[in-house]
């Protein structure tokens, strides 16, 4: 459950470059059972919009009711900043979009650039597929490969127990309890907050001899 600027802030789950000059744009990736990863586009905000506001999804997130189409489409038209290491990933069954997760920064601060926040979301339908954790691998893999970031950092409603046990099998642990930290169904609800630390620092190539 984080604030991205893709995501909502509760998560749930209920280039290359080749020697010679880089590629205008990367080719989807392809995952297990017949899910496809990309970054959003524009046309995508319809889609992504029904996903957040499904009843099955919103209550998890910090999402409100009836979300903005028109919202998506903004945030999608952008031409993402690449500087910043800020992924947002899609999950496609065919054309239909079953899950997304972003992977953003938690603020301006200079000394939190070690950090970053992850929020993710998956269509109940689409649960138990594997959408979630093909979403969770590419974003810990850039995370860790790619941006070196130290820590990964999420919350998560205390009875959401789906989204707490994938993120445990990715490596984050419960640091905290945030008590009533969110309204849902005119409610307060507990969210635990949790956090991944790399787990293979990078360290420096040994020159070839």
């Known amino acids: 459950m984080t604030t991205p600027s893709s995501l909502p802030r509760l998560d749930n789950e209920r280039s290359a470059h080749g020697t010679d000059a880089p590629r205008a744009a990367r080719p989807a990736i392809r995952v297990a059972d017949g899910i496809t990863l990309r970054r959003p586009r524009p046309e995508d905000a319809r889609a992504q919009a029904e996903l957040l506001g499904h009843p099955g999804v919103q209550p998890w997130l910090l999402q409100t009711p009836y979300t903005s189409e028109e919202l998506w489409r903004e ?22 979009l079953v899950g ?37 691998e590419a974003i810990t893999r850039q995370a860790d490969d790619w941006l070196g970031i130290l820590r990964i950092e999420l919350t998560v409603f205390v009875d959401n127990a789906p989204a707490i046990r994938l993120y445990e099998r990715f490596g984050f642990e419960h640091e905290g309890r945030l008590r009533g930290y969110g309204l849902r169904d005119g409610r307060y609800v507990d969210a635990f907050t949790m956090a991944r630390l790399h787990p293979r620092p990078p360290v420096l190539g040994r020159a070839a001899d």
């Open 100 to 136: 997304s997760a972003g992977l953003h920064l938690t603020g301006p601060q200079v000394r939190r650039r070690h950090a970053m926040a992850l929020g993710i979301g998956v269509h109940p339908d689409a649960h138990g597929r594997g959408v979630g954790s093909a979403l969770m």
């Open 75 to 96: 945030r999608f038209s952008k031409v993402p900043d690449m500087s910043t290491g800020e992924l947002s990933l899609m999950a496609f069954d065919g054309d239909q």
